[in-house]
């Protein structure tokens, strides 16, 4: 039975796992208490984390059942993320490591994402097969994006990433500059449900340029200066959702292009899409399509495990202790990776009696 704790941006989270199976999860989101500055303040974030943490954690085990005794390991989000916040999250989870005598595993925030599609039905249950391997992995989230190859647990190369604003962080932008409260991806999802994705131009940045890395920043100024020289745009409903619907249509256009490129040229026939932007129905819908029309195998995450949540990190902590349990036990005395590279989790999987890896 492994806890989960996730505290790396603005949502405090635990979560059990036993063998692959998550039976129970809380989630205690600040994004009220950050909406009305724009966006995540680190020193507010820091401190509603260390609020939270023992209430969540009391709660889910309250609510499960559990005793912490009966807990055979403590996972953690060790980074990256924000430096304080994962602080907060790593002590506690270290503290009680300490106290209960339990190993410590000090989880990737990236890592943790690219497996949370693995983690579906009701309840949740961990679906990785030896199968599933490579796989091309898209994280698109509000500090992330990028394509990784993923050849197994532990064994990754990123072979493309955004060269400034993510994807969720461009999202969020635009929609700031149309008037929407943070984060405003979702509400850029919503409008564009009814609005023409033809009405108006957008650059695609870096779309029809060699290699896998993203742009999002231009896409962003764009709508700015189209704003400055339309600006009766916003009054009306349906040219606001026009508008939603020209910008998602850029975006999903860029990520979906990018990824079905990387499947094909890696000759990967499998697509796992995570992160919070993975929420989008637009891009779902159309990475679906695109995937089976060029016969890539494609799984997103749920909804719920597709923005920040401490399941993912307890389901991928367990399934890293199985491969090698040494390997993925992180010293007590260690500290958070606030910047920290996905291709730097490197997992060596034991080796059989017929010389071949496990
Ligand atoms: O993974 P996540 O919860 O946090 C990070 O680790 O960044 O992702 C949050 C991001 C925000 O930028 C938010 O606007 C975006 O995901 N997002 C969406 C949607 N739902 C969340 N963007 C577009 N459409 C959505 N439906
Ligand atoms: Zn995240």
Redesign the pocket.
């Known amino acids: 039975m492994i806890l989960g704790i996730e505290s ?4 405090t989270s635990a979560a059990l796992v036993q063998d692959g199976v998550v039976l129970g999860q809380l989630i205690s989101s600040q994004s009220e208490i950050h909406r009305e500055y724009g966006g995540v303040v680190p020193e507010l974030a820091t401190r509603q984390h260390l609020r939270n943490l023992i209430p969540v954690t009391d709660q889910l085990l309250r609510m499960t059942g559990v005793s912490a005794s009966d807990l055979d390991a403590i996972a953690v989000t060790r980074g990256p ?1 924000l430096p304080n916040a994962l602080r907060t999250g790593y002590a506690f989870a270290g503290g009680l490591a300490l106290r209960l005598d339990r190993p410590l595993l000090g989880i990737h ?1 990236h890592e943790a ?1 690219l497996f949370s599609p693995f983690l579906a039905g009701n309840p949740a249950q961990w679906q990785l097969t030896d199968a599933d391997f490579p796989f091309i992995g898209l994280i ?5 994006t990028m394509l990784v190859q993923v050849r197994h647990i532990g064994d990754y190369s990123i072979i493309g990433r955004t060269i400034d604003d ?4 461009c ?2 932008k635009v ?1 700031k500059l149309i008037g929407f409260p ?5 509400h ?3 409008m564009s449900r009814q609005g023409n994705p033809k009405a108006y131009r957008f650059p695609r940045p870096m779309l029809h340029e060699p290699g896998f890395d993203f742009s999002f920043s231009g896409l962003k100024t764009a709508v700015r200066y189209f704003l400055r020289d339309h600006p009766g745009l916003l009054e009306s409903e349906s040219t606001r959702a026009d508008l939603c619907a020209s910008v ?1 249509e850029a975006i999903v256009e860029i990520l979906t292009a990018k990824s079905i490129q990387a499947c094909l040229t890696m000759d990967c026939r499998t697509l796992i899409a995570s ?9 779902r819908q159309r990475l679906q399509k695109h995937c089976q029309m060029h016969g890539v195998r494609f799984r997103a995450s749920e909804l719920s495990f ?3 949540n401490a399941a993912m990190v307890a389901a991928l902590a367990e399934a890293r202790f199985k491969v090698n349990p040494e390997g993925a036990s992180t010293d007590l005395n260690s500290e958070i990776l606030a910047s920290w590279s996905l291709e730097d989790c490197f997992l060596s999987r034991p080796v059989t009696e017929t010389g071949n890896q496990a």
Do not use: W
Not at 166 to 169: K, V
Not at 182 to 186: A, E, H, S, V
């Open positions: 790396s941006c603005d949502d993320g925030h994402h698109v989230s509000g500090g992330h993510a994807a969720g962080e999202f969020d929609a943070y984060p405003g991806g979702p850029i999802d919503r998602q992160g919070g932007v993975i929420a989008n129905l637009g891009l597709s923005t920040d």
